[in-house]
């Protein structure tokens, strides 16, 4: 199923302060107990949102909306992903989030994983790290301002 992220294709997503968790059955890449998560949104912060793990420890993980950020990032996910997320049709329209590396304030040091996002279904609340089937295409190191280019 391919999944496109673009500006005018998704729609702003606002979390309500009473419907801002979310569940990932099976976790994340290299955090499986971590199951229950909390969208947490500073205005002041975006792009950056965190992801906060409400069971076991604490953890939090900077991630970014890559809509309007990342040109023509177009997500190719698995049927078997979809399916899961209950992904089905053209109305799907899922919130997709990168997770961010933050080595310093340097905005050139500061790199989101785009071979693999996290899906959320905007209706069921559950959500998914994927490893996209075009993951070749992607860098997991994407840098987010390439002041070079």
Known sequence: MLVEASISGQQEFVPDASNNQFFMP?????LPDFKKFELFVDPES???????AVDGDKIQIPAVEP????ENYRLDIGD????????????????ILTVATIKSYDP???TLNLAAPILINRRTRVGRQVVLLNYQS????????????
């Open 26 to 30: 099976e976790g994340l890449i290299g």
């Open 46 to 52: 975006l792009p950056f949102v965190v992801l906060i």
């Open 67 to 70: 809509v309007g950020l990342v």
């Open 80 to 95: 078997a992903d979809a399916e899961a997320l209950g992904l089905i049709g053209p109305d799907s329209n899922p919130l």
């Open 108 to 110: 050139q040091k500061v």
């Open 138 to 149: 992607y860098s997991t190191t994407h840098v987010l301002i390439d002041e070079t280019a």
